[in-house]
């Protein structure tokens, strides 16, 4: 079967740090991609993860560990416009499509 | 197109009725992947398409539910006989050969 977990919501401050984790049980892997989604808009891609370490790509960044099956979102000096949904999914093998995670909800406050 | 078009943006049918959804993906892209995305819920995989076939229709909910791609471009999702949980966001993407998706706007269907 196929499972992808990350938390439902989280909340953290302007300026601060985030750490949104994903964990996953998938039949097969070839990547993990992290996408934001704003209220009401498409999902719009932010990171791609196929080798184990760290990716980073300005304010965000992005881990994995295939051996633990475990991926994080990593985001820096945030701004309230980061407030979103992040989605976790991995792609098993091939073209498959994506498997997504039910998204976790950031809000950022001042 | 610059990216992903879908129409319409929003539909609204009574129960029992057809709808068709339309995406337009990026030229030249030559997978398409049909997801739905109900309030609060994650995306849900309804089909996938490369070029004009549909290697895997695992995800449609029922035999309502079909898709159609022609010359390996516009694709057009058709749900016959709508029921009530059949309204959500349903969203299209391309994308080049095993690479990242690139997402419509998607159709918000409400049905009545």
């Known amino acids: 079967g196929q499972n992808i977990d990350q938390p439902t919501e989280m909340t953290a401050t302007e300026g601060a740090i985030v750490q949104i984790n994903c964990t996953y049980q998938t039949s097969g892997f070839n990547g993990l991609f992290w996408y934001q989604q704003h209220a009401g808009e498409a999902p719009t891609f932010l990171s791609y993860?196929?080798?184990?370490g760290l990716e980073e790509k300005g304010r965000f960044s992005s881990f994995l560990s295939r051996s633990k099956g475990y991926s994080y979102l990593l985001l820096k000096e945030l701004q309230m416009k980061d407030s979103a949904s992040y989605l976790c999914?991995?792609?098993?093998?091939?073209?498959?499509?994506?498997?997504f995670g039910k998204g976790t909800r950031l809000s950022v406050i001042a | 197109g610059a990216g992903v078009s879908q129409s319409p943006s929003n539909k609204v049918t009574e129960k029992g009725k057809d709808v068709e959804l339309r995406c337009d993906p990026i030229s030249g892209h030559t997978a398409l992947y049909w997801y739905r995305q109900s309030l609060g819920q994650g995306l849900e995989f309804l089909i996938y398409?490369?070029?004009?076939?549909?290697?895997?229709k695992s995800g449609l909910p029922s035999d309502r539910f079909s898709a159609e791609r022609t010359g390996g471009s516009v694709s057009t999702l058709t749900i016959q006989r709508t029921q009530q949980e059949d309204s959500a966001v349903y969203l299209c993407a391309s994308s080049p050969a095993n690479e990242k998706l690139f997402f419509g706007s998607g159709t918000q269907l409400s049905v009545l």
């Open positions: 398409f490369q070029g004009n076939s549909a290697p895997d």
């Open positions: 993860n196929v080798l184990d």
């Open positions: 999914a991995v792609r098993n093998s091939g073209n498959t499509p994506l498997v």
